[in-house]
């Protein structure tokens, strides 16, 4: 019988409300730490965890694990990752990887090193819409592929939008839009372009330098709007676009060939529709749900966090997976760089 294996997680935000419940519903993964500065007590307590760190170096002493979810701020990833890999633990890593290329860099050489399983938390990958649009891709029914079209429009930071002040509104730690969405959608463009965008250009914005919240007024840094080309060469460009200012919610993902286009859009992850258009006619196209729709009543990412640990579970077992790599992730740092994020 295969052995569950035993895994900490970092962080009391995404790591507690997204991994957490992901983990405990995986059938091949196991949670049995959790590791934050403040709150690790309380959650562990209330998620039915034995073991409760304050750090992540004090989990990997204290407790015996075969892997890490890495669901830290992103100025802690970099200490995080390279501390987990010294212990020589499988690592899975939130986005974004990390503050800049260079740290990026490094943890990409010491997860060589180490030689463990290691990816990245791109559970987006799994919308179904999203690996359908993969598949026509692969396939062939999109020849030859000439542009990839990823917008996401939300409200999230309208100035009438309050939120507390804290690392998200500091471009120092790690802060904005970019690392939070913008980092999702390079990544499913490098996905379905199947390689590295030769360059890369654009700029961040920052409409909404003041923000309001529960203890009032405070200035940011951070950007609320991306907009970003990517240049694959051999005739094929990206558009990809955040703007988290917008009076609606919408998702837009298209893959548009010289044959057909491939369209996919809706309010939110999982409201999508997907539409395949020729000259002939539209048709709309019929997605495999996830395996795991079940437990989508623990949160919208829960069912998609679990395909992406079947692939870690595959990778760490068998060495080979469809697991996003930490590879993959220093070219997606490198894109975020080139339009401006980064400490």
Known sequence: MTRVLRVGIVGSGFGAVAHLPAVAAHPGLKPVALASPNRAAAVAREGHIP????????????????????????????????????????????KPFALGVAQ??????????????CGIAHEFR????????????VNGHLDPLRELELTQLSGMRRVSHEREDGWIFRKATGGGVAGA???????????WAGRYPLRSTGYLRTANPVRHGPGGSFTTDVDDGEFAL???????????TVDATTAVD??????????????????SLDAMRLFAVDKGETSELE??????????????????LMQLYDEWVLQIRTGTSALPT???????????????YGA
């Not at 990026?104 to 399983?117: C, D, S, V």
């Not at 990517?230 to 990809?240: F, P, S």
């Not at 930490?326 to 401006?340: D, I, N, P, Y």
């Open 51 to 94: 073991n409760a760190f304050r750090s992540c170096a004090e989990m990997l002493a204290g407790c015996e694990l075969d892997a890490v979810i890495v669901a830290s701020p992103p100025f802690a990833h970099y200490d995080d990752v390279l501390a987990a890999l010294a212990a020589g633990k499988h690592v899975l890593c939130e």
């Open 181 to 191: 969405l913008l980092s999702h959608l390079i990544d499913t463009a490098n996905w």
């Open 104 to 117: 990026a860099e490094a943890m990409l050489a010491a997860a060589r090193a180490a030689g463990t399983a």
């Open 326 to 340: 930490f590879t993959e992730g220093v070219q997606t740092q490198r894109t975020l760089a080139a339009v401006g």
């Open 287 to 304: 997605c495999t749900s996830s395996p795991y729709a079940r437990f989508a009543s623990l949160g919208a990412n829960v069912p998609l």
């Open 230 to 240: 990517l240049d694959y060469g051999e005739g094929l460009i990206a558009r990809v």
């Open 250 to 267: 919408s998702l837009t993902l298209g893959a548009h060939a010289e044959n057909r286009t491939a369209i996919a859009s809706g309010t």
């Open 126 to 137: 799994w919308v179904p819409q999203r690996a359908a649009i993969k598949e026509l891709i």
